[in-house]
């Protein structure tokens, strides 16, 4: 189900659709202005490439999506917002236009402008309630990357500032607070002199858009993607830090590297110059093609950088924790499996028959597993302290198939345990239905002796209650079987 919430987005474009996205698969019920009647077709085809390519960032299931509705008038899609984000052309008078239509209906919504060359103090100018406008300047494709610039004016009331800052990390974004207002933010001023740099090289016939690209995602690029400017720069100066790296290469600041201050004449010739390289370079792959390559791309450099809980990685894994703290409780410690886990069959667990894979149904049931040890006091705190459960030995029947977007509950049913030993059978189940069952016996080992001891007490006190429970339950019949035992 959705959390009820709305959010008003207006302009359908990429942006705007991007953000759509974001909202709707965060569980947010959206409604969407733009008179363009070309918009629910756009706004849909930027909402299937994020369904397939937001979940595969999550290692925990995605909200019930939110409700899509277009509306015919601004009044109608911002009426009932909790939030509204403005994503219309990059005309200041258009902008004052629609604002004052909001709010004539939404005076006291924190609206958010995707922006990203106006300040908020321009935004906010003749507005009937200035301290509810800011901007909110994401980067595309905002249904997967992570940053979001909220740059607020004198005007701003601070606590409608944090209130959106804290609604954007609640959707899995990184709100950057830029403590002044200037021309293009942050971001863009900088990507705006590389641009110009750029235009320079192609017209000044040292290098192609294809060869430009290539420098960028060969090299620096990928070291930008994790580290940025200066935390690169650090490591360039070796052992002595940023001090040697500025006094290796200040000097070169005199030099004439780059054109930064000098543009070069924006004429027709160097449009198509430019248009016509790049059409040689990505010409072959439509719009669609291309988004979807880059998705592919951003999601498996993201999540290897959450593997190593660095940069847009560390933003990932709060947003998971974010999930898992409002995941429904374990059921009550009686004569009943405990349902421990709740999952979601992602884009990534899913093999070339459309199916969840065999490591998958593996994956699932070590979620289930985990969650029971962190329940019974043998979570990671545990083991930090030198002692944990080792798997001895385990067992899979494979009962049903799980397809994408299916939504699984991991169940934990305890058939014995004493002071080193704990014998499992997992369930794996998409509603009613069983898709796979694990027997597990796991043995209490101390880390350090490398040899079986018991639990200590205070687990035992958790795990005995739930065995003795347990003992009233029937066994199931797939416990015990080995590889080839008749099913009957």
């Not at 992602?346 to 040890?373: K, Q, V």
């Not at 499992?424 to 350090?448: P, W, Y």
Request: proline residues 6%; aromatic residues 8%; hydrophobic residues 40%.
């Amino acid at each position: 189900m959705s959390n009820n919430r709305k959010a008003a987005i207006i302009g359908g474009g990429v942006i705007g659709g991007g953000w759509a996205a974001r909202f709707l698969l965060s569980g947010w019920n959206v409604s969407v202005f733009d008179p363009d009647p070309e918009a629910p077709r756009k706004v849909a085809e930027v909402l299937a490439n994020a369904r397939a390519a937001l979940p595969a960032l999550a290692d925990v299931p995605m909200p019930e999506e939110g409700t899509l509705t277009f509306e015919d008038s601004i009044h109608d899609a911002v009426e009932g917002a909790d939030y509204i984000q403005e994503s219309i052309s990059e005309r200041l008078d258009l902008k004052h236009r629609v604002y004052a239509q909001i709010q004539q209906s939404a005076p006291h919504v924190p609206m958010g402008s995707s922006t990203s060359g106006f300040k908020p103090s321009q935004l906010q100018e003749n507005a009937a309630n200035p301290a509810t406008i800011f901007v909110a300047h994401p980067f595309n494709p905002v249904y997967l990357l992570p940053l979001a610039e909220i740059v607020p004016s004198d005007k701003n009331d601070s606590g409608v500032i944090e209130n959106a800052k804290e609604i954007l990390r609640e959707i899995g974004m990184f709100p950057l607070h830029v403590r002044k207002e200037i021309d293009a933010h942050i971001a863009d001023r900088f990507l705006e002199a590389v641009w110009r740099e750029a235009l320079w090289l192609v017209k000044d016939g040292v290098a192609t858009t294809e060869e430009i690209d290539e420098a960028i995602r060969m090299g620096f690029g990928l070291r930008w993607g994790q580290m940025g400017l200066f935390e690169t720069y650090r490591i360039a100066g070796g052992e002595a830090g940023m001090k040697h790296f500025l006094d290796q290469f200040g000097p070169c600041l005199s030099w004439p590297w780059t054109r930064l201050m000098d543009v070069p004449e924006y004429n027709d010739e160097l449009v198509e110059l430019i248009a016509g390289q790049s059409d040689a370079q990505s010409g072959m792959h439509s719009i669609r093609d291309l988004e979807r390559i880059r998705d592919r791309n951003l999601i498996g450099f993201m999540r290897v950088l959450k593997d190593s809980n660095w940069g847009a990685g560390k933003v990932l894994l709060e947003h998971d924790a974010r999930r898992r703290a409002t995941a429904p409780d374990p059921t009550p410690e009686t004569a009943a499996p405990m349902v421990m886990a709740h999952m979601q069959v992602l884009p990534g667990w899913i093999d070339y028959n459309g199916h969840m894979t065999e490591s998958r149904y593996l994956f699932a049931s070590s979620e289930t597993c985990d969650a029971f040890l962190r329940h019974i006091g043998a979570g990671l705190d545990y083991v930090a302290g030198g002692h944990s459960y080792y798997t001895a030995e385990s067992h899979i029947l494979h009962a049903g198939e799980a397809k994408l977007g299916d939504r699984l509950t991991g169940s934990v049913q305890v058939l014995s345990a004493d002071e080193k030993r704990l014998h499992l059978f997992i369930r794996i189940q998409r509603g009613d239905t069983l898709v796979a069952s694990i027997e597990q016996m796991l043995l209490h080992v101390d880390m350090k002796a490398g040899k079986t001891c018991a639990a200590k007490p205070a687990v035992l006190d958790r795990l005995m209650p739930i065995a003795e429970a347990h003992k009233a339950l029937e066994r199931p019949a797939a416990a015990g079987r080995f590889v080839g035992a008749p099913r009957g």
